[in-house]
């Protein structure tokens, strides 16, 4: 609903404004097989906060128009899974809520067939870590977002897409001896398609598909695997011929979700990291509700893990909303 990517990916993390499966660096501390590289670990950890991406996808500002959207999220998880999806830490518990601030503009003068849109995202993130009798918090400011996209919309209006590429900074606090950071320590790179489809008046299919490679952890020589994550949702509205002065007409229902999929080990110094090279995957799914206005809208989410590897496994709420400051105040229409 947003518009596009995030703002906050993966989902609440710590060193992410939405990372899904919670920041957890450090937490395979009690893990025997990663004694000698625990203070490293990202564990399974992206910078795009997968699931953000469920209303709205191919939508970009009007041009000419200066948009905001909010990201809230609350996540907490109590398992955190090894490479066969079993738990790994006993009394592993991960709880925390982000709120994330993005900012897009969509010049006026077109491309070609195409507009450029430039935007940005700032996350205030809190986080609480268990592991065993350890524990540790942080609340603070996490890594910059700063995206660039071309947008598309076909003649007819039931074909909306962006494509472009978003960089994540590492300008969130980080100590490499805690348990728990709002930032990283490294850059990543994630090139983007996000698509929305209007199959009728009613009924919208989405999809974005986001890769991330990541750079080297400099304080800690530990490199993330890169990953491709896909977020997707079917959203309907039953009542949208209805009067425009009835609640229900700007009703929408939906089922959105995620999947994750590392395809490159984790490496400290270049060595694999475990004998399997940690290797994230996670499949989140949930229902949502969507109310529609004239200039954006706003959408209430729940999203459950399932088939998660390397990760923790998380339950999250979302709330967004997407509002112009500045030039036109569309109207969304069908979506």
């Given at each position: ?46 910078h ?11 939508y ?7 948009e905001?959207y909010?990201?809230s ?12 999806g ?35 995202v700032l ?10 009798r ?51 320590n490294?850059?990543s790179?994630?090139?983007?398609i ?16 986001y890769?991330?490679f990541?750079?080297?952890n400099s ?5 993330s ?13 039953p009542?949208?011929?209805e009067?425009e002065?009835?609640?229900?007409q700007?009703?929408?229902f ?6 994750l ?15 399997d090279?940690?290797?994230a995957?996670?499949f ?8 529609y ?8 989410k ?5 088939a998660v590897r ?13 509002v112009p ?11």
């Open positions: 609903m947003a518009g596009g990517h995030h703002p906050a990916g993966d989902r609440a993390n710590t060193a992410n404004l939405f990372l899904k499966g919670a920041p957890v660096a450090l937490a395979v501390i009690a893990l025997s097989a990663f004694a000698s590289t625990a203070s490293a670990t990202e564990d399974g950890t992206t795009y906060p997968v699931g953000v991406n469920t209303v709205a996808d191919g970009t500002p009007m041009p000419g128009t200066l905001l909010n990201y999220v609350g996540h907490w998880s109590n398992t955190l899974a090894n490479n066969s079993n738990e790994t830490i006993p009394g592993f518990s991960n709880s925390g809520a982000v709120d994330a601030l993005r900012v897009m503009y969509t010049f006026a003068k077109p491309i070609g067939p195409f507009h450029y849109t430039m935007g940005g996350q205030f993130s809190y986080n609480h870590l268990d592991v065993g350890e524990s540790d918090s942080a609340t603070n400011l996490g890594d910059l977002d700063f995206q660039n996209y071309l947008s598309y919309v076909s003649p007819g209006h039931k074909l909306f897409m962006y494509f472009g590429l978003d960089t994540y900074m590492p300008t969130g606090r980080y100590n490499k001896n805690h348990l728990v950071n709002p930032g990283k490294y850059w790179f994630d090139p983007s996000n698509v929305t489809y209007h199959v009728n008046d009613k009924l919208a299919l989405n999809s974005v598909v890769a991330e990541n750079t080297k304080a800690t020589h530990y490199q695997g890169n990953s491709v994550d896909t977020d997707f949702a079917a959203n309907y509205r009542f949208v011929h009067s002065d009835s609640f229900a700007h009703l929408g939906g089922i959105g979700g995620y999947f999929k590392q395809y490159t080990d984790d490496e400290i110094d270049g060595q694999t990291v475990g004998p090279g940690h290797r995957q996670a989140g799914i949930g229902p949502q509700v969507i109310y206005t004239k200039f954006g809208g706003f959408a209430l729940y999203q459950h893990d399932l390397n990760r923790a496994a998380s339950d999250t709420v979302w709330f967004q909303f997407a400051l500045l030039g036109s105040f569309r109207h969304v229409g069908t979506e």
